[in-house]
């Protein structure tokens, strides 16, 4: 026998018009007896289900009264123009809450209502106001009603005309109750057919109401038509029976119905749910004809149902003209030619293999200026620069990949590698020629002779001798400590002079001016004979090849020797002419001026046989003899003209730096336009300090100075470069020096190029196996914020010789807790620099014996504490000292003394042969026998050697 499941039974008494939820159905089968019925899927034997059936469409449909609807539903309805009649209703409802009519709604009372809406002539009613009665397939149509709320035209036409629905009308009276024009609202359009329940009252939430006002679900509440003809009855009042549950009320839950699939569902977005996803298309994907495509063909079972699935492909052009999106919608929906996009597979020619382009020959030079770094090799030649690196080093050279290495160097590599490397090379010489002289424009110059000698042996003072100008008294010091550059108009003719320091620091200074020279006089003081630097400036000017001119100065002194000294130059290959030498030695008194005049006229004499001649009419040319940066003025350099004749207007270029002739000042501060061979000048409109010692030329034009200046600057950086790893090494030595302790940092700042060096010379020689100096930097020029932020991340200290801190800088300094240490006497420098390294060391802490005593009685006094009665038996007790306190020898305390009385008073100290009370701090247990000894510690300052 078969069975009948629950829902399957009440999907049977839904025909009959009898609408029970599952759960109704099963608590009603429950009430007629059929207990083993648990859910909507349990089964029934279908005599069981018969019964059932029979018995509750018994009970819902008693009669078969085609106007009355049975069932649980209620319909709440609106007419239009229809007075609202008495109506036994749930007390007003104050807010929305569905209000339903107990009675059903009679048919007649629809049918009444259609005439009377039709006529109504507005030609655009109240959407909600046209539904006066439901029509028989209300409940099956409003399933299709769209789920999209507010939605003016149903998209659903009536089942029974399968067309699109026209524009909103209300329907016409006339219209038969199934071919009924569309309406807003088709399904409510409809007369109830006989036989079948009224349908529920649509519910608040569902918008089966078409236009009716969207998100109002509950407009209709008040004007609830009701059925006059039978008694309203309150299902609140009805009772449930045995037999027949009673629906006091329905909740007004909004569903959300899933619309249907047709073609308007792209207007409407479908509600999220599983269906809302459409239906599931199978996709194959067979090749494309050309075989560089992919076709996806829809082999979906329902296919056929589709209207477009059996249409023709999109075809591989259309494809073409479609945009992403559409060509995905096309191959979901039908078929489309998707090309695939990076599986091209490339025409390759056969047996053809990947050729490896050589660099023809010509282009395998690499033009290298000075040096290159080991990178930029590996880049021009397309090797690796580990490669490189391991050549170099089987070359015995170890170099890092930013290691510079000279051309030389780079060709050595580039050749193993084919490349040839060729010399770019600055040429200097394209801007500053070298010219043949021309003999016939050679002129006599003046000759440029340079003071040299030990200090204090008078140079100074012989030079003012001969400018008769005091330039001795205004010196600091009343020491030389940098070049002068002179002038002088004698009998003889002018005669140029060079002054230059006699401190040992200015070696450098000395070999400039020997090189630039042509007649050395060198100043030796008969007092005091030949000293260090005399030697030196001997070694220097024999260096230079200069002739010797030899000035024994301080002949008026009671003391003076002149013969002692001219002995002793006979040690150094200076033998006097009287002697049957060759060098001309002279005695002469500064202060006296005795022997001035013969002095000159033997320079005039000497000059005469070197036959100094220059040509004037060449680009200037010579070298710097001094420079310095001033105030207002700028870098301001000392030159002296060697050839050429040097103008204002003048493109000069010197080292690194060039610029043009702004001005010219002489030696007596005057103004000059023009500077012939042999005189000196100081010159401004440098772009910066140059190097005293350096050459300088006159180029064509500012353009090529400029030119000149960066190619050098480059060069040396490019040295510098280079020259990191060395400079690393030599601190490390440095250190090493120093036994790898302290070392003092310093910053030279200096009023002239050549004392910065000097200074910066002797400082470093300062520096001892305990502490090393290092010059941080070194300048010219006023000292300044810069400095002092170098000085403080070094930790060290500034000094300036002949110069000061630019204003704030001295607050900025004490801040930053820089010392700044201002000198114009360098022996003053070098001691304070001592004094500063000495500082660096730790103190030595040294005990020093006092003297002893022997504990005789022990006195423990209250709130004292222990107390030795001790006799003094060496030296003093200090109330200061440290104590010992030895027992058997032992020591068995070491600390300080905290108390010390004599008899009762407080002594600072007791000497031998007294007895005293000695406190001991932070010790009590002192014995009688014990022997105290007394001493305190002394700080040493380190010695720096
Ligand atoms: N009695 C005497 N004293 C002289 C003579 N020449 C120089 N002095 C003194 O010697 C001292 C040093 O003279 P300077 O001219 O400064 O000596 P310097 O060689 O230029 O010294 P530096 O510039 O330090 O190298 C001064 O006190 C002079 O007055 C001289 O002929 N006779």
């Known amino acids: 026998m078969s069975k009948k499941r629950v829902h399957e039974l009440a999907k049977q008494l839904k025909e009959q018009g009898i609408e029970l939820s599952n759960q109704e159905l099963v608590d009603k089968l429950h009430a007629l007896g059929y207990h083993e019925v648990k859910s909507h899927s349990s089964s029934l034997e279908d005599d069981q289900a018969h019964a059932a059936y029979e018995k509750i469409v018994a009970e819902r449909k008693p009669k078969p009264a085609p106007v009355r609807a049975t069932g649980p539903g209620f319909v709440v309805r609106k007419r239009a123009h229809v007075e609202p009649p008495t109506v036994i209703s749930p007390p007003p409802a104050p807010e929305p809450q569905p209000v339903y009519e107990a009675e059903p709604a009679p048919a007649d009372l629809a049918a009444e209502a259609a005439p009377a809406e039709a006529g109504a002539p507005e030609p655009a009613p109240a959407p909600s106001v046209e539904q006066p009665a439901a029509p028989a397939e209300a409940p099956a149509l409003a399933a299709q009603a769209p789920a999209s709320p507010g939605a003016p035209a149903a998209p659903a036409a009536p089942a029974t005309t399968g067309e699109p629905a026209p524009a909103p009308v209300s329907a016409p009276a006339t219209a038969a109750p199934v071919t009924a024009p569309t309406a807003p609202v088709p399904a409510a359009a409809q007369p109830p057919r006989p036989g079948m329940p009224l349908p529920s009252a649509p519910r608040p939430g569902a918008p089966a109401a078409g236009p009716a006002r969207p998100g109002a679900p509950m407009a209709a509440a008040p004007h609830a038509p009701t059925a006059p003809a039978q008694p309203a009855v309150d299902p609140r009042t009805l009772r449930p029976t045995s037999t027949q549950a009673v629906v006091i009320s329905r909740p007004t839950v909004p569903v959300r119905r899933v619309t249907p699939p047709t073609t308007s569902r792209s207007a409407y977005p479908a509600a999220p749910g599983p269906r809302a996803l459409g239906p599931v298309r199978e996709l194959k994907v067979v090749p494309g004809s050309l075989g560089r495509e992919r076709e996806f063909i829809d082999v979906s079972r329902d296919k056929n149902k589709r209207g477009r699935s059996t249409g023709r492909p999109v075809s591989e052009e259309a494809a073409k003209n479609l945009s992403g999106k559409e060509l995905l919608q096309a191959a979901i929906s039908d078929r489309a030619y998707i090309p695939i996009r990076g599986k091209k597979k490339k025409p390759t020619k056969k047996g053809a293999k990947t050729q490896i382009t050589e660099k023809a020959e010509h282009k395998k030079v690499i033009r290298v200026e000075e040096s290159i770094s080991v990178s930029e090799l590996s880049q021009a030649m397309g090797v690796k620069a580990s490669d490189l690196i391991r050549k170099l080093m089987q070359a015995g050279k170890m170099a890092t990949i930013n290691a510079q290495i000279d051309a030389d160097t780079a060709a050595f590599l580039a050749t193993d590698f084919g490349y040839t490397v060729e010399k770019k090379g600055f040429e200097v010489e394209e801007f500053i020629p070298e010219v043949a002289e021309d003999e016939s424009k050679l002129v006599l110059r003046p000759p440029v002779v340079t003071v040299m000698g030990h200090v204090d042996h008078g140079k100074t003072s012989l030079l003012d001798a001969i400018r008769q100008a005091d330039v001795a008294a205004g010196e600091a010091g009343g020491i030389t400590q940098h070049i002068g550059a002179y002038n002088v108009q004698t009998q003889h003719g002018p005669i140029t002079f060079l002054d230059t320091p006699g401190h040992e620091a200015f070696t450098a200074m000395r070999q400039r001016g020997a090189q630039v020279t042509d007649l050395v006089v060198l100043v030796v003081a008969a007092d005091d004979g030949v000293m260090p630097q005399t030697v030196e400036s001997i070694k220097a000017a024999k260096a230079a090849g200069v002739t010797i001119l030899v000035a024994i100065n301080k002949i008026d002194k009671p003391g003076a020797t002149p013969e002692r000294v001219m002995q002793q130059l006979t040690e150094y290959e200076l033998v006097a002419e009287q002697w049957g030498g060759t060098t001309i030695m002279l005695p002469v008194s500064a202060r006296t001026k005795q022997g001035i005049p013969e002095l000159l006229e033997y320079i005039s004499l000497q000059s005469e046989v070197l036959e100094l001649k220059a040509n004037p009419e060449k680009l200037a040319a010579g070298r710097v003899i001094e420079a310095k940066l001033e105030k207002g003025r700028g870098p301001v350099a000392t030159v002296l003209v060697e050839e050429g004749t040097l103008r204002v207007g003048d493109a000069l270029v010197t080292g690194i730096h060039y610029g043009r002739v702004r001005a010219m000042m002489n030696e007596r501060g005057e103004h000059v336009n023009d500077v012939p061979p042999g005189y000196p000048v100081e010159v401004l409109?440098?772009?910066?300090?140059?190097?005293?010692?350096?050459?300088?030329?006159?180029?064509?034009?500012?353009?090529?100075?400029?030119?000149?200046?960066?190619?050098?600057?480059?060069?040396?950086?490019?040295?510098?470069?280079?020259?990191?790893?060395?400079?690393?090494?030599?601190?490390?030595?440095?250190?090493?020096?120093?036994?790898?302790?302290?070392?003092?940092?310093?910053v030279v700042k200096a009023d002239v190029q050549g004392s910065a060096e000097a200074v910066t010379q002797a400082l470093q020689k300062a520096a001892t196996k305990k502490v090393g100096v290092k010059v941080l930097d070194s300048g010219v020029g006023a000292i300044t914020e810069s400095d002092v932020l170098t000085a403080a991340a070094g930790n060290g200290i500034i000094v300036g010789f002949n110069t000061k801190p630019e204003t704030k800088v001295d607050n900025i300094a004490s801040q930053q807790g820089v010392k700044i240490l201002l000198f114009d006497i360098i022996y003053e420098a070098v001691d304070k620099i001592r004094e500063e390294m000495a500082a660096l060391l730790e103190p030595i802490i040294k005990e020093k014996p006092l003297g002893k005593a022997e504990v005789r009685q022990v006195f423990?006094?209250?709130?004292?504490?222990?107390?030795?009665?001790?006799?003094?038996?060496?030296?003093?007790?200090?109330?200061?000292?440290?104590?010992?306190?030895?027992?058997?020898?032992?020591?068995?305390?070491?600390?300080?003394?905290?108390?010390?009385?004599?008899?009762?008073?407080?002594?600072?100290?007791?000497?031998?042969?007294?007895?005293?009370?000695?406190?001991?701090?932070?010790?009590?247990?002192?014995?009688?026998?014990?022997?105290?000894?007394?001493?305190?510690?002394?700080?040493?300052?380190?010695?720096?050697?």
């Open 685 to 746: 409109g440098l772009s910066g300090v140059p190097v005293a010692g350096d050459e300088f030329n006159v180029v064509e034009d500012e353009k090529s100075a400029k030119e000149v200046a960066q190619h050098r600057a480059e060069k040396a950086r490019q040295k510098e470069l280079g020259s990191v790893k060395k400079a690393t090494l030599e601190d490390l030595f440095a250190k090493a020096k120093s036994g790898g302790g302290k070392v003092l940092n310093i």
């Open 860 to 945: 423990n006094i209250p709130r004292v504490g222990t107390i030795a009665g001790s006799a003094v038996t060496e030296g003093i007790v200090k109330r200061t000292g440290h104590v010992r306190v030895l027992r058997d020898r032992k020591v068995v305390f070491n600390g300080k003394i905290g108390s010390l009385k004599r008899i009762k008073d407080d002594v600072r100290e007791v000497a031998q042969g007294f007895e005293c009370g000695i406190g001991v701090e932070n010790f009590s247990d002192v014995k009688p026998g014990d022997i105290l000894e007394v001493y305190e510690l002394e700080e040493i300052r380190q010695s720096l050697d």
